[in-house]
């Protein structure tokens, strides 16, 4: 079975701009969750979709938002990017059954 | 704030040892517990989940919860330097959801 995939799988941008990265799940897993990681402050949940509604969020800027489609794919999006910006974005799926968590490879952002 | 607090390391533990890894969490009503490790470059693969006070074994991992006292903890045994990685703990807190906060990780360094 395929496991999750994160397309770009890096990516670099400036100040200002804005980025869109793609998360297909597992096949049969409804349920994507996005983190940020970075080197100082860890692995830190940015939100979380299930068939197609946002149902947590983490305590992010409105820059940072995101959606799921009905094949339970998802996007990401951050508007006017910031230095800050730059890390390891990670996007986790679920069987709703379940509540282990599986990682894709992530979309390591650079921001000049 | 909820935290999961883990020591930084690095654990330096000669092959053949045990490496235990320690985390605890603040959040009493924390349902779910788990265990991801991280190759440097690489995503958070999973490792083990434990729901439920006590010890669950996988191979050779075992997880430990102790609920009352807020500790969760994941003994390698017959460490291999294959198993040099960071180690993550991750909290669910809630039930209906899929966020989870992770600690900063553990850095295991397994010696031949």
């Known amino acids: 079975k395929a496991g999750v995939t994160q397309t770009p799988r890096y990516l670099i941008k400036t100040r200002g701009q804005q980025v869109t990265l793609s998360c297909s799940p597992i096949s049969g897993h409804r349920s994507v969750s996005w983190y940020q990681q970075t080197p100082g402050q860890g692995l830190q949940f940015l939100f979380e979709y299930f068939s197609e509604t946002q149902r947590n969020k983490g305590n992010f800027p409105g820059r940072f938002s995101g959606r799921q489609f009905s094949n339970s794919r998802s996007e990401m999006n951050v508007s006017t990017l910031e230095l800050g910006d730059s890390a390891l974005y990670l996007c986790?799926?679920?069987?709703?059954?379940?509540?282990?968590?599986?990682f894709g490879p992530g979309t390591r952002l650079t921001v000049l | 704030q909820k935290e999961v607090e883990q020591n930084s390391g690095p654990l330096s533990v000669p092959e053949g040892a045990i490496a235990s890894l320690n985390c605890t969490y603040s959040?009493?009503?924390?349902?779910?517990f788990f265990w991801y490790r991280q190759y440097s470059g690489k995503s958070p693969e999973l490792i083990m989940s434990i729901y439920s006070n006590g010890d669950k074994e996988d191979g050779r991992f075992t997880a430990q919860l102790n609920k009352a006292s807020q500790y969760v903890s994941l003994l390698i045994r017959d460490s291999q330097p294959s198993d040099s990685a960071t180690y993550l703990c991750?909290?669910?807190?809630?039930?209906?959801?899929?966020?989870?906060?992770f600690g900063k990780g553990t850095k295991l360094s397994v010696i031949p």
């Open positions: 959040d009493r009503v924390s349902q779910s």
């Open positions: 991750a909290v669910k807190e809630r039930a209906g959801s899929y966020q989870l906060t």
């Open positions: 986790a799926s679920s069987l709703a059954v379940s509540e282990e968590q599986f």
